[in-house]
């Protein structure tokens, strides 16, 4: 079965600084990997996905993330931190193949960034 | 706008009653799929749907139901309700049920069972 391990519950970092989420991953098949970001009080909005292709994929509101297979990593970055983007962030996997294979979380990384 | 709507947003009731919390997706999408957000587990998936009229568990369904009578409507329901299904809850939506399909998320229901 598959799964993410983000080892950081938090991470805190100053404004204007590059930042750097952490995940780990574990499938049988090929992994499909994904990045949600959610706000307080609001629903989960997504940021980007690695389906195959180019190790580095680019998402919205400035955020990458790099794909390594060796390492079994999809780490989220941002090259300059923004206080808005304070948030929990949940990388999440989905394998292949075998009919619905839900998406797994994992249990998420509290990004503080500071003025 | 495309959008996953969910109601209601906040909801406390008392162990037993019966309730149900909508949602809905103007994105003409096949697969739909409930999960509860519990602090330091992540999302767990409740049930989803592939299309109309097929659902199927996820990794937690224990108390809960669904149903798909059409396409932009998955309803989530709690028969009789415990302090364990305190959460909370969000629906989902994708196009299709590929691995590869974005899902999009509704604002999310906060449930408080007393």
């Known amino acids: 079965a598959q799964s993410v391990a983000q080892p950081e519950d938090q991470v805190n970092v100053a404004e204007g600084n590059p930042l750097t989420v952490k995940c780990t991953y574990s499938?049988?098949?090929?992994?499909?990997l994904f990045w949600y970001v959610q706000y307080p009080n609001r629903g989960l909005q997504f940021l980007l996905k690695y389906i195959t292709g180019d190790n580095l994929v680019k998402g919205s509101y400035g955020f990458e993330a790099e794909f390594n297979k060796s390492q079994t990593s999809f780490h989220l970055k941002k090259p300059s931190a923004l206080v808005s983007d304070s948030a929990l962030y949940f990388c999440?996997?989905?394998?292949?193949?075998?009919?619905?294979?839900?998406?797994?979380f994992g249990k998420g990384t509290r990004l503080s960034v500071i003025a | 706008e495309a959008q996953v709507t969910q109601n209601p947003r906040y909801l406390i009731t008392v162990t037993g009653k019966k309730l149900t919390v909508t949602c809905s997706q103007n994105m003409n999408h096949e697969y739909m799929s409930w999960y509860r957000q519990d602090p330091g587990l992540g999302l767990r998936q409740i049930y989803y749907?592939?299309?109309?009229?097929?659902?199927d568990k996820g990794d937690v369904p224990e108390g809960y139901k669904v149903s798909r009578k059409e396409k932009r409507n998955f309803p989530l329901i709690l028969e009789s309700p415990s302090p364990n299904q305190t959460s909370l809850y969000f629906c989902?939506?994708?196009?299709?049920?590929?691995?590869?399909?974005?899902?999009?998320f509704g604002p999310g229901t906060r449930l408080t069972v007393l």
């Open positions: 749907s592939m299309n109309v009229e097929v659902t």
């Open positions: 499938v049988s098949g090929n992994p499909y």
């Open positions: 989902a939506s994708s196009l299709s049920g590929q691995v590869t399909d974005t899902q999009y």
């Open positions: 999440a996997v989905r394998d292949f193949p075998s009919g619905n294979t839900p998406l797994v």
